[in-house]
């Protein structure tokens, strides 16, 4: 599916062009423009196409800072990874160089054209776009054989680019009641399992909130995904806990962590309110959550999946050695 950037994040408004639709404040503006060089990337033609989402992010006329920022070795037990829209008007060569100095080893959330691009840098895709959208996903039986005949075709092709996962939604309630979206994800996503399960790809139902950024959307709550995932029984399904959605959705993120990492295959980060930096201006205590998931065992990736609102390289850097458990 084509969802970057316009279809990954819904949450801002179709008329955000400029820097500060972007949730990038002044402040920001003069930062981001000093850090990079003179050579200024041009965004992709699919990026530029793709404007409000795009404006989100990082401007367009940013490159990589001729003084590259480097980050300390990490430790070992979690793997880094970034989302690319999050970084949506930076060439992606130049940012698969810069986040590559910084001992991140993935850029996540791509679709196929671009897995080559981050691979010519010795780097991984921890999760790759999967079929459907966040509204419209597998809590519809009309919606399956669409579905999965796109995951017939896209499954192999992630499995050779050896991309470890596939992320899937669930789909808006649309007055559907969750019990009823949910016995639909498990027969939809059953079908397709053991293709996954025989090329070693894993699903990702991802968690979502409907209170802020995605209204209506149904796994909106630990529950929905525990069920599904329980429901198809397989070991390549599993739930992308988005620590910033689950925050706002219900809290008790650490418990909710250790009681249910055995469902969890990746994670997703970002500061409550605003999905910004992991810094004191927000809610959440990073370094406890990324100990605790490396505590509990998880090995895998953690993706940073935060709109940068001051230099985007020190913000990362500061996150990464933050979640560095």
Not at 1 to 9: K, Y
């Amino acid at each position: 599916m084509n969802r970057f950037p316009v279809n990954r994040r819904q949450f801002l408004s179709a008329s955000a062009t400029s820097l500060a639709a972007a949730g990038l404040s002044r402040a920001a503006a003069a930062v981001l423009p000093a850090c990079a060089s003179d050579a200024s990337a041009s965004a992709p033609a699919r990026l530029a196409a793709a404007a409000p989402a795009a404006a989100l992010a990082v401007p367009a006329a940013l490159a990589v800072p001729s003084a590259v920022v480097t980050a300390a070795a990490p430790k070992g037990r979690l793997k880094h990874s970034i989302a690319r829209w999050c970084y949506g008007g930076i060439e992606l060569e130049a940012l698969c160089g810069q986040v590559a100095s910084m001992g991140i080893t993935s850029i996540e959330l791509l679709d196929e054209p671009d897995w080559k691009v981050v691979a010519s840098h010795g780097l991984t895709c921890a999760v790759a776009n999967g079929p459907g959208s966040i509204d419209k996903g597998w809590n519809r039986p009309e919606r399956h054989d669409e579905l999965v005949t796109r995951s017939q075709d896209l499954l192999p092709r992630i499995a050779k680019a050896g991309i470890p996962n596939m992320i899937v939604f669930s789909g808006n309630r649309a007055g559907q009641p969750d019990d009823e979206g949910a016995r639909h994800c498990i027969a939809g996503l059953r079908r397709i399992t053991p293709l996954a399960e025989s090329l070693g790809v894993t699903l990702l139902l991802e968690y979502l909130n409907s209170k802020v950024d995605h209204a209506d959307y149904q796994f909106d709550h630990m529950a929905y995904g525990v069920a599904v995932v329980t429901g198809v029984g397989s070991p390549r399904c599993r739930i992308l806990y988005d620590i910033y959605h689950a925050q706002i959705m219900e809290g008790d993120v650490i418990r909710t962590i250790r009681d249910h990492i055995a469902h969890i295959g990746h994670f997703h980060t970002g500061g409550v309110p605003g999905r910004h930096e992991l810094d004191d201006t927000q809610e959440l205590n990073y370094a406890a959550i990324c100990r605790a998931i490396a505590d509990a065992g998880y090995r895998g990736f953690i993706g940073q999946e935060f709109i940068p609102t001051h230099d985007p390289w020190k913000s990362l850097g500061e996150a990464i050695h933050l979640c560095d458990a």
